[in-house]
């Protein structure tokens, strides 16, 4: 499953990364940390999820695993000025599961069907062949953009689709949507109270996991 | 290059985010709301991070196993595997991109060693300890990447035979 990364873009002038000791030190830190353990498992199933073909190889917590390995083997440098040893260890899973997907898409087959290659029109007559030339797309970018597509259908365009035009839960994907991404952006769009926006959160975080748990291989 | 996020990105940052932040009570509430089993989740999160801590021990063995290799014994791994003594010491530095190495020279590499091969792996991936780069100036440590050259070609570099590089390349 380990596969060659090279992370030397992510390095920025300036950067200070941790010692060995320091990896080892924040390493053991979160293994006495039950609550922050759970949530970084959490973490692991939510990025696990986003890949169809990953998720055929390995589980959550293998995801979880490799990454605590690439940053204490110093495969992935941890620039600590920048960011925290939880931050960095999402970031590391989030890379591995796009690399890993990517990777497992091009070894994928390149099984083209006959329909495919000569579509026909409402007329039933075959495209003509500037059309079918024009076509640029190579094998491995039509996977990856199918399996976006697919993951776009089953995850923001179902989730919102659940909940109507003015529901809480809506308007919170909707600011999503709209750009938002972090908690705070999204409570300071809304403007909600704190108990009514959490319980909203919840709910979505409840429908997200069963899309996750239903598009499982 | 800034790369816009797609509304699906943002949703996974929004849901992490919740993860990693959302208080307490609310997140204790929502692994109960999805029926999680608690004591499964965290034996599994023990397991991840006392495996990649046990792994990291074992990597670290593998690599001072390569790196504390003598003269002699760098010339007995050579002659055992067929290949010269520089292809060693490139191996010694971590200067080989790994998955350009057989399976059968990485296996034979690592019984060499006294290693597993997963560890050898592991160990070839990260950079190579400090001590054998000493010679190198701080901005070209051949740890990156970017800087490794496949097998092949190291095999040609040290003047090896067509004959030998197909063996070493192919044989199990």
Redesign the interface.
């Known amino acids: 499953m380990l596969i060659e990364e090279n992370d030397e873009e992510s390095v920025l002038p300036g950067d200070v990364f941790a010692s060995k000791d320091e990896i080892v030190t924040a390493v053991e830190h979160i293994c006495g940390d039950t609550n922050i353990k759970r949530r970084l498992l959490k973490v692991a199933e939510f990025i696990w999820a986003k890949s169809k073909l990953v998720k055929r190889e390995c589980q959550p917590e293998d995801i979880l695993q490799e990454a605590i390995e690439a940053i204490l083997d110093k495969r992935r440098k941890w620039p600590k000025n920048r960011v925290d040893f939880n931050g960095l260890l999402i970031g590391v899973m989030r890379s591995m599961v796009s690399s890993r997907g990517k990777t497992l898409a091009k070894k994928s087959p390149d099984i083209t069907m006959e329909h495919e290659l000569h579509p026909l029109g409402e007329d039933q007559e075959p495209l003509n062949l500037e059309e079918v030339a024009a076509d640029r797309e190579t094998t491995e970018s039509r996977i990856l953009r199918k399996e976006q597509e697919g993951l776009e259908e089953s995850l923001m365009a179902i989730l919102r689709a659940k909940y109507g035009a003015t529901d809480i839960h809506g308007l919170i994907l909707d600011k999503v949507r709209d750009g938002c991404s972090s908690q705070a952006e999204i409570r300071e769009a809304l403007g909600i109270a704190d108990s009514v926006y959490w319980n909203a959160w919840k709910a979505v975080m409840r429908a997200a996991d069963k899309i996750n748990s239903n598009t499982k291989e | 290059m800034i790369v816009k996020?797609?509304?699906?990105?943002?949703?996974?940052?929004?849901?992490?985010?919740?993860?990693?932040?959302?208080?307490?009570e609310?997140?204790d509430?929502?692994?109960a709301?999805?029926g999680t089993d608690?004591a499964q989740?965290?034996r599994?999160?023990?397991?991840?991070?006392?495996?990649?801590?046990k792994?990291?021990q074992k990597?670290n063995i593998a690599s001072e196993a390569l790196a504390n290799l003598t003269v002699a014994q760098q010339k007995a791994v050579a002659t055992n595997l067929g290949i010269r003594r520089q292809v060693v010491t490139a191996f010694r530095e971590h200067r080989v991109?790994?998955?350009s190495i057989s399976n059968g020279f990485l296996r034979r590499l690592a019984n060499e060693l006294g290693q597993t091969t997963d560890a050898l792996?592991?160990?070839l991936?990260?950079?190579a300890p400090a001590a054998l780069m000493g010679s190198y100036k701080s901005d070209e440590k051949p740890d990156?990447?970017?800087m490794r050259v496949t097998f092949e070609q190291l095999l040609k570099e040290a003047n090896m035979s067509e004959e030998e590089i197909g063996r070493l390349l192919h044989g199990d």
Do not use: C, W
């Open positions: 996020k797609t509304s699906d990105e943002r949703l996974l940052d929004a849901e992490l985010d919740f993860i990693m932040n959302a208080p307490q609310h997140f509430a929502y692994l709301e999805t608690i989740m965290d599994k999160a023990m397991l991840a991070f006392d495996g990649a801590l792994n990291h990597t991109n790994v998955s792996v592991r160990a991936l990260g950079p990156s990447t970017s």
